[in-house]
């Protein structure tokens, strides 16, 4: 069983900067894939940016390229979403997700409970 409890969301204004951290209670956190994915009011889950266990491959939403960058220190049990520029379209309930998998998974098997992340204009 894995636990992830995110933290780091708030109000922030445009063009601010966020950085949001998901912290894993699990013995052997470099067997996971990390993700984080996004829940803005009214819409779908979307994927956002995922990390293979070394941080050797990442992955982004193509809309958030270069804005967002995925990171992950396996020494704290703990991955990172630095988030730059940030638009009101951005406003999200964030999540973080991990699935021991070697490769890219299609599905996740751990959700953490999200962080509000919203962006004024």
């Known amino acids: 069983q894995v636990q992830l409890v995110e933290s780091g969301g708030g109000l922030v204004q445009a063009g601010g900067s966020l950085r949001l951290s998901c912290a894993a209670s699990?013995?052997?956190?470099?067997?996971?894939?990390m993700g984080w994915f996004r829940q803005a009011p009214g819409k779908e889950r979307e994927f956002v940016a995922a990390?293979?266990?070394?941080?050797?491959?990442?992955y982004y939403a193509d809309s958030l390229k270069g804005r967002f960058t995925i990171s992950r220190d396996n020494a704290k049990n703990t991955v990172y979403l630095q988030m730059n520029r940030l638009k009101p379209e951005d406003t999200a309930v964030y999540y973080c997700?991990?699935?021991?998998?070697?490769?890219?998974?299609?599905?996740?098997?751990?959700w953490g409970q999200g962080t509000q992340v919203t962006v004024s204009s």
């Open positions: 997700a991990a699935a021991r998998s070697n490769l890219r998974p299609s599905k996740y098997d751990y």
């Open positions: 699990v013995r052997t956190f470099s067997a996971y894939y």
């Open positions: 990390i293979n266990w070394s941080g050797g491959s990442t």
